[in-house]
């Protein structure tokens, strides 16, 4: 059983900053592939990045240029730092994991993913 759990969400003005960590049970490296991903009422679940053993980290276009997405193996955790936050990035904040390696398409797609967090609430208020 591998426990996911997310820290760091909670309320912020836009244009502020906010890191999110994922901690969990087992060691992070042994997992291949690590990613945020973010829902909203109504909507699927989208990426907001990737971590990836082979490649490293790699973003989704809502979160590009605002976002950086680290494995620290020392603090066995990963966290999603986002910058310039706007009301849009309202969602709750998931983090999951894989162990084994994917094709490249596959890993920005949430069913890709094994292992999940409970998901953690940011609220970006204008």
């Known amino acids: 059983q591998v426990n996911l759990v997310e820290s760091g969400g909670g309320l912020v003005e836009a244009g502020g900053s906010l890191r999110l960590s994922c901690a969990a049970s087992d060691t992070v490296f042994s997992f291949y592939h690590w990613a945020w991903f973010r829902q909203t009422p109504g909507k699927q679940r989208e990426v907001v990045a990737t971590?990836?053993?082979?490649?490293?980290?790699r973003y989704g276009d809502s979160a590009k240029g605002r976002s950086i997405i680290s494995r620290e193996d020392a603090k066995n955790t990963v966290s999603l730092e986002m910058f310039s936050l706007k009301p849009e990035d309202t969602a709750v904040y998931y983090c999951?994991?894989?162990?084994?390696?994917?094709?490249?398409?596959?890993?920005?797609?949430?069913?890709?993913?094994?292992?999940w967090g409970q998901g953690i609430q940011v609220t970006v208020s204008s």
């Open positions: 999951a994991a894989r162990r084994g390696r994917i094709i490249t398409s596959a890993r920005t797609q949430p069913q890709s993913y094994d292992y």
């Open positions: 971590f990836s053993t082979d490649v490293g980290a």
